[in-house]
């Protein structure tokens, strides 16, 4: 080694080096291509299990049930109500009616019911959309020869109707607009915890806080927080607001108890629950955002006699906002997604109403889509995915509102 | 004319000094001590973490079937049999925890050093964005993929007998996936920061584009690097979602990767999935094995920010 520095020396070892260097190059562009694939797969995978053909028989055939010719999804209301009431049990009835009665109910809404209680579709076969669209013969073939009675159609479990129905047991009927409503209530006080006291907590240290002890314990503690498991804070929140705060958050202190509201396990509990897990992120957002105000514009601010509150309300806030907004927006987008700490603190597994207030049980997407992942049959499956797209979508166009805003408003000094 | 205005500036000389006199402003002492108050909330929170866990946990270990010695050489979690042995729930969140490892370390570091080192700046613009989607995914969409596409991936390669419908591979390698984006960008920020001297330098001695980078660069930013794998473990061993969805139900002490078998994380949410009782042993349970998550975690993420401030090498 020691007297091979002439340049043939160099260039003997240059192609071993070079090829490795290929070598390695190709390996490290292939890792690359592996995460790329991951991520195409995954999203593959969930279309794949929200469309395809789906086999189901109905326990009474809708035909049977025409009036003089009138097929049934022509019927008026009142054909409807009076159906039910001449199928239906008189207790199972009333309690329909005790419900909402029928009177206030949609055509929609009564037409549903029938086909739920009357008609009963009941799934005997589920396909994945790859194999509707490779194999559609062979399904038919199937389902001609082992369920003759039953119809075959390719649905997308993903339609308006998905998103508009509320909850139910039945994998036809099934809908995710209580869980959108469960969803949008807790974010709501998520972010109305999360984001005053966030933004106040990176103003105080930014721009407030010396370089003492105690404010030095405080960010080390919120950077620690921040990568806290998420259910620790399920837990803590079961701990504090279901239990010791049960009497506030089941809204009993308000005089509003309800009974079906048992025990403080509501969206309030909820939101707050989640409001203590996104507030770490949204004060390191908002600090490193506050921190791209250069300080010249401070000083400027204070040399016209502003005070420290003047200056940061008038010149420091209005430029770090859209930085404080987006990193806000990405906080909530991870509660949205957040299932974990929502099982602990309890959340409902089958109601079919709205909730409609801060005391209200609740369900929301991921743990709708959760719940129906758990369940054995595909159809549960089907619908988890497409309650998937109905969250990806909206997780989306949230980031995409972040990134817009970071675009449009963001200043660069 | 020349009197007057010098009679002004006196006046309003005199009226500036007495707005420059120090006065109290309340608004702003007010304003200051609402926003201390929001800054020293987050200490409560982890107080409130660490008593009301401490303080259920105390209960658990108070009570009379728990011994404190069986949990940490007995191997059987059965609450309702008064068994409490932690090795079938730690055992389970090891082999996860190891094969995500296995999956996001090499796959992550490659990605960090092809996006820092080799790609332009076209290929970075469209693949950073990617991982930031894979990021944002909630990761119960990633238990839904380890449970309808990962699981019945294994079952075809290894065979239906081999590997059971829910198993901790198939957690294991989607976990992988979703820490992938965390270690890559952290390790990405780290290579980064390496000074471009340092690189010129290495190319300037006739070093190839991989001696450079994994000679140079990468020993240069092997704090961060170790800070990303760390804060990677803590995330793996803190994941529940797709534990919970595709690792199985019911403690199982077993390395076997393709057997079912509940982590800790994944028990903790499956027993407060149904309506648990306060001051059951259940509930006291969760408390119990929460404080030992929060311990392990938070002990993995102070020695990852340890490693960065101490051995980051500064450059000018």
Request: no cysteine.
């Amino acid at each position: 080694m020691k007297e091979k520095t002439t340049v043939e020396g160099f260039a003997d070892n240059l192609a071993a080096r070079n090829r490795r260097g290929m070598v390695w190059q190709a390996l490290i562009q292939a890792s690359t291509v592996v995460g790329i694939i991951a991520l195409i797969a995954l999203m593959l995978n969930i279309i794949n299990g929200a469309y395809g053909y789906v086999a189901y028989e109905a326990k009474v055939d809708p035909d049977t049930l025409a009036v003089n010719g009138v097929a049934l999804q022509d019927q008026s209301q009142e054909q409807l109500v009076t159906l039910l009431q001449s199928t239906l049990s008189s207790g199972a009835f009333k309690k329909l009616e005790n419900e909402k009665p029928f009177a206030s109910r949609s055509l929609e809404d009564v037409y549903q019911l029938v086909v739920d209680r009357i008609v009963r579709p009941q799934v005997v076969g589920v396909w994945s959309l790859w194999l509707s669209l490779t194999q559609a013969d062979e399904i038919r073939a199937t389902v001609a020869q082992e369920n003759p009675d039953a119809e075959l159609d390719f649905v997308s479990w993903l339609n308006p109707g998905f998103i508009t129905r509320p909850q139910t047991s039945e994998p036809f009927t099934a809908g995710v607009r209580t869980a959108i409503f469960g969803s949008l209530w807790t974010i709501l006080f998520t972010i109305l915890v999360a984001f005053p006291i966030g933004v106040g907590a990176a103003i105080y240290l930014e721009e407030y806080a010396s370089d003492t002890w105690l404010n030095r314990i405080i960010q080390t503690n919120i950077n620690n927080l921040a990568g806290v498991p998420s259910i620790i804070y399920g837990i803590l929140g079961l701990a504090i607001f279901v239990r010791t705060l049960e009497p506030l958050t089941s809204g009993e202190v308000f005089g509003l108890v309800d009974p079906t509201t048992a025990n403080g396990r509501t969206v309030l509990s909820a939101g707050l629950t989640l409001g203590l897990l996104v507030l770490p992120i949204i004060i390191i957002n908002a600090q490193e955002a506050i921190r791209a105000v250069p300080r010249s514009l401070r000083n400027a601010s204070f040399g016209v006699g502003a005070t420290k509150w003047q200056t940061v309300w008038s010149h420091v806030l209005p430029n770090a906002l859209p930085g404080i907004l987006t990193g806000t927006i990405l906080a909530i987008s991870r509660a949205i997604g957040e299932t974990a700490p929502l099982v602990v603190v309890g959340a409902s597994t089958a109601i079919s109403f709205d909730p409609n207030s801060p005391f209200s049980k609740f369900t929301t997407l991921p743990i709708q889509i959760y719940q129906w992942t758990s369940r054995p049959q595909d159809e549960f499956r089907s619908l988890a995915a497409a309650s998937i797209l109905v969250l990806l979508v909206l997780l989306l166009s949230l980031n995409a509102s972040a990134v817009l805003l970071r675009n449009r408003f963001s200043r660069r000094f | 004319m020349a009197d007057l205005s010098l009679e002004k500036s006196i006046e309003r000389k005199a009226s500036m000094k007495n707005n420059l006199r120090r006065k109290p402003r309340w608004g702003e002492t007010i304003i200051q001590s609402l926003l201390f108050f929001s800054g020293f909330f987050s200490i409560f929170t982890t107080l409130g973490i660490v008593y009301e866990l401490g303080k259920e946990a105390l209960l658990f270990f108070q009570m009379p079937e728990v011994k404190f010695l069986d949990i940490f050489t007995k191997t059987k979690w059965q609450p309702h049999t008064g068994e409490f042995g932690i090795w079938p729930l730690f055992t389970s969140t090891m082999v996860t925890t190891v094969i995500a490892m296995l999956i996001a370390i090499p796959l992550g570091l490659a990605v960090a050093i092809y996006l820092s080192e080799y790609a332009g700046p076209r290929v970075r613009s469209t693949l950073k964005p990617i991982l930031e989607v894979l990021a944002g995914i909630p990761t119960i969409v990633y238990g839904y993929f380890a449970l309808t596409f990962m699981t019945p991936l294994l079952r075809d390669i290894f065979g239906r007998d081999v590997v059971q419908i829910y198993n901790t591979a198939s957690a294991g390698l989607v976990m992988g996936i979703l820490i992938l984006p965390l270690i890559t960008s952290m390790t990405e920020d780290a290579l980064s920061a390496v000074p471009r001297s340092l690189r010129e330098a290495a190319y300037g001695m006739g070093a190839t584009k991989l001696e450079t980078a994994v000679q140079i660069v990468v020993p240069a930013a092997l704090s961060g690097i170790a800070a990303a794998v760390i804060v990677g473990i803590s995330r793996a061993i803190g994941e529940t979602m797709i534990v919970a969805v595709a690792a199985g139900a019911g403690p199982n002490f077993t390395l076997n990767p393709f057997v079912g078998a509940e982590t800790l994380t994944g028990h903790i949410v499956r027993i407060s999935g149904g309506d648990l009782s306060y001051d059951s042993i259940d509930y006291n349970s969760i408390f119990a094995l929460g404080l030992f998550l929060f311990f392990v975690t938070l002990t993995l993420n102070i020695i990852s920010q340890q490693i960065v401030r101490r051995f980051r090498e500064v450059y000018e």
